[in-house]
């Protein structure tokens, strides 16, 4: 009895050669450290022991650097003058391990959240004049 697999192999971009030809079905572990950061596509070409192909196409992205983070500049904002930016850039290190310090990108506190503590403690004095000149204190 002879087994009936199809043969896929699989190209990156516009490469015409396959990183891989594998024999399904079949787990791969598809390495994206050796892949530059950006946009990719993996191009899956099956072939199926009576000669029938079949094509599936995957968009994908990788990021495997530094992740950088900028505040007070976004994409395509208009601005004019002297502009103050945070930057920031840090890994996610090794996957076995996870290290608190530097983990997290320091951000700015937005303008609502002083607006509401601004609102809270007005309003808190408010209620403390009026309920002390009722003489309730």
């Known amino acids: 009895m002879t087994k009936d697999h199809s043969k896929v192999f699989l190209f990156l971009d516009d490469e015409k050669q396959p990183i891989a030809e594998l024999e399904t079905p079949i787990v791969f572990n598809f390495d994206t450290n050796k892949i530059p950061d950006g946009e990719h596509i993996l191009k899956i070409v099956s072939k199926s022991m009576t000669g029938r192909e079949g094509i599936r196409l995957i968009n994908f992205q990788v990021k495997n650097g530094p992740t950088i983070s900028v505040e007070g500049l976004s994409e395509n904002d208009i601005v004019e003058g002297s502009l103050p930016l945070m930057i920031n850039a840090y890994d996610k290190g090794l996957p ?8 997290e990108t320091p951000q700015t506190v937005p303008v609502w959240v002083w607006v509401m503590i601004m609102i809270i403690l007005a309003w808190s004095a408010y209620y403390l004049i009026t309920e002390y000149s009722n003489g309730i204190f």
């Open 96 to 103: 076995k391990s996870f290290v608190i310090e530097g983990s």
